[in-house]
Every structure is written in C-alpha cells, then in structure tokens.
C-alpha cells in the first residue's frame, strides 16, 4: 500500500513522535509498504490534501496532532488515518471534559478544578480548599508537559503559572499516592479489546517526563502483578473508556490505583507512542503480536472505519 507516515509536529511532544515515527517508517517499509515520511508543520496543512496515498499513519502527539486538528484536514481530503476521529481525539486531548465524560459513564476519576483564566485563580485556590499534595497539569497537554506536583499554595500557584505557559487552561487535580497502571485498547464498532495491564514503575518518586522518557527511568511490568479482579476492574474501565468517548481504532487509558485499592482512570491516549519499546507494543506483544504486525492491524481498522 501506499503510507504516509506523519510524525514530529509542533507540540510539547515533538521529540517523542519523531522516535514514533521513525519506528513506524522502517516497520512499515520492512513489510513492503512504499512509504513517505512527513515530518508535520501546520504551515504544510494544504500537503496534506493531495497527497496520493491508501492511507496515513499518525505518529504525532499533542497539539496539532492528536486534537482533531489534523483528522479533520484528512476526512476532508477523503484520507483514511489510523486512531480515532475528529470529535474523539479533540475530547481525549481535552482531559477536564474528558473527566467529565468518564464521570458520566460511571469510571471512577479524582476530584478536580479547572482553571480557564488567570483572572480566576484567586477563587480557584480558595475553591481547591488547600488540598495538598495535588496536581497541577495543563489542561491539553500531554507527556506530562508543564506538570507540577504542588506541596503548598506557594508551589500551587507556581505550578498554575507554569501550566498556563502551556496551555489556556489548567487542570487541579486530587494526588493519589499508589500504583500506575495503563491498559492498551484495540477494535472498532463495539468489538474493541483491552490488551494485557502494564504496571509502570518508575525511578523518581511521580512519574514524570524523565521517568517516561529517559533510559531507565522506569520499569515496566506486564502483564502487571496485580490481581484478577483489579485487572479485570481497569480493562472495562479502559474499554468503556474508548467507547464513551467514541475512540476508534486504539488507544491506551491510564490509570491510578490508591493505596486503599480504588482505580481511577487519569486520561485516555488516542495515539500513545508507538515506539518498538513504547508501552502499546510491550503489551501486544506479550500476547504474540509483533511491532509490525501491530501497525497493519492499525491500518485495518483505519480503512474498516471508513468503509463503515
């Protein structure tokens, strides 16, 4: 088939996709793909258009990339493209109304305060109720980009400016001290299903970008040593997770698990990194499905899709 592979962009995460991408491009050539690699700019949106291809494969993260932006460039251009749609991915992206989705849809998820203005901070803070430790994120955001973890107000409030640098709005969000779990979904049209529960462990007390990102800055274990009934809890709530936000293809739902044993989800990837060594992969391939034969799956699902 004819791939194009679209990968680095212009987000916070630019370097993870670029190692994504690069995965991608030499899998996908191995298998007899004829494959081109576009290295993503907004200003290059019009490329995307006319491009002759059977498909594209997203390896891009975060802004501009995983928000809807470009999916809705390719359902114009009538381009079949791997992960979800235009309104999952921009809801996924978003994690204060994706919490509220997962909320309604019965999915356990921590107490929170959005921020959308830096007007609103006093009465935010007093509205928090100096709850600490907490976290504070950018609201659409990934990778952990402009996260703090906050011990006081004085590291609360830095933390919402550090955010804001990020993002138009800010997420405060209960810290829950326990175990990290994340549980790879695949499927379309109500036959999705959770891979094997990873078990994330990482090296710094939170797990935070240099823990996800650097060279042994965590160990995973899959599948994780948790018991039956956890693991069974987590996989629904990752499956119910895909469906309430209308995810297709796949995606991989994080979760938190409490030192009293409650599992609350924190958000939910519509294109988490697909290195060979990226969480995704480590899961499916612990079920016997190879890094290669991952991609095309993908790519079936992306034109089922379609032809649905």
Same mark, same amino acid.
């Given at each position: 088939?004819?791939?194009?592979?679209?990968?680095?962009?212009?987000?916070?995460?630019?370097?993870?996709?670029?190692?994504?991408?690069?995965?991608?491009?030499?899998?996908?050539?191995?298998?007899?793909?004829?494959?081109?690699?576009?290295?993503?700019?907004?200003?290059?949106?019009?490329?995307?258009?006319?491009?002759?291809?059977?498909?594209?494969?997203?390896?891009?993260?975060?802004?501009?990339?995983?928000?809807?932006?470009?999916?809705?460039?390719?359902?114009?251009?009538?381009?079949?493209?791997?992960?979800?749609?235009?309104?999952?991915?921009?809801?996924?992206?978003?994690k204060a109304r994706a919490k509220i989705i997962f909320a309604a849809s019965g999915i356990r998820v921590a107490r929170d305060v959005l921020i959308e203005s830096r007007e609103s901070i006093d009465a935010k803070v007093a509205e928090?109720?100096?709850?600490?430790?907490?976290?504070?994120?950018?609201?659409?955001?990934?990778?952990?980009?402009?996260?703090?973890?906050?011990?006081?107000?004085?590291?609360?409030?830095?933390?919402?400016?550090?955010?804001?640098?990020?993002?138009?709005?800010?997420?405060? !969000?209960?810290?829950?001290?326990?175990?990290?779990?994340?549980?790879?979904?695949?499927?379309?049209?109500?036959? !999705?299903?959770?891979?094997?529960?990873?078990?994330?462990?990482?090296?710094?007390?939170?797990?935070?970008?240099?823990?996800?990102?650097?060279?042994?800055?965590?160990?995973?274990?899959?599948?994780?040593?948790?018991?039956?009934?956890?693991?069974?809890?987590?996989?629904?709530?990752?499956?119910?997770?895909?469906?309430?936000?209308?995810?297709?293809?796949?995606?991989? #739902?994080?979760?938190?698990?409490?030192? !009293?044993?409650?599992?609350?989800?924190?958000?939910?990837?519509?294109?988490?990194?697909?290195?060979?060594?990226?969480?995704?992969?480590?899961?499916?391939?612990?079920?016997?499905? #190879?890094?290669?034969?991952?991609?095309?799956?993908?790519?079936?699902?992306?034109?089922?899709r379609v032809a649905k």
């Amino acid at each position: 088939m004819k791939v194009a592979v679209l990968y680095g962009g212009v987000s916070g995460e630019r370097e993870v996709s670029l190692t994504s991408g690069q995965g991608m491009i030499e899998a996908l050539t191995e298998r007899g793909h004829e494959v081109t690699s576009i290295d993503f700019h907004p200003e290059r949106a019009n490329e995307l258009l006319t491009m002759d291809v059977d498909v594209v494969v997203s390896a891009l993260h975060g802004k501009y990339g995983e928000d809807g932006r470009v999916q809705s460039l390719l359902e114009m251009a009538g381009i079949p493209y791997t992960g979800s749609g235009v309104l999952a991915s921009a809801l996924a992206m978003d994690k204060a109304r994706a919490k509220i989705i997962f909320a309604a849809s019965g999915i356990r998820v921590a107490r929170d305060v959005l921020i959308e203005s830096r007007e609103s901070i006093d009465a935010k803070v007093a509205e928090w109720g100096m709850e600490f430790p907490c976290v504070v994120k950018p609201a659409q955001e990934g990778s952990s980009n402009g996260l703090t973890i906050a011990m006081d107000e004085a590291m609360l409030r830095e933390g919402i400016e550090k955010a804001f640098a990020c993002d138009s709005a800010v997420l405060v !969000e209960q810290y829950i001290k326990g175990k990290e779990l994340t549980v790879p979904v695949i499927g379309n049209f109500g036959k !999705e299903e959770a891979l094997p529960v990873i078990e994330i462990i990482p090296k710094n007390e939170f797990y935070d970008y240099e823990s996800k990102y650097t060279e042994g800055g965590s160990i995973h274990v899959c599948p994780a040593e948790i018991s039956d009934d956890l693991t069974s809890e987590v996989q629904q709530a990752a499956v119910l997770a895909h469906r309430a936000l209308g995810c297709s293809g796949y995606s991989r #739902s994080d979760f938190l698990v409490s030192e !009293e044993g409650k599992a609350y989800i924190l958000e939910t990837n519509t294109l988490p990194g697909m290195t060979p060594l990226s969480l995704f992969p480590v899961s499916a391939k612990t079920v016997g499905i #190879s890094y290669g034969e991952l991609l095309e799956r993908f790519i079936e699902l992306a034109i089922e899709r379609v032809a649905k």
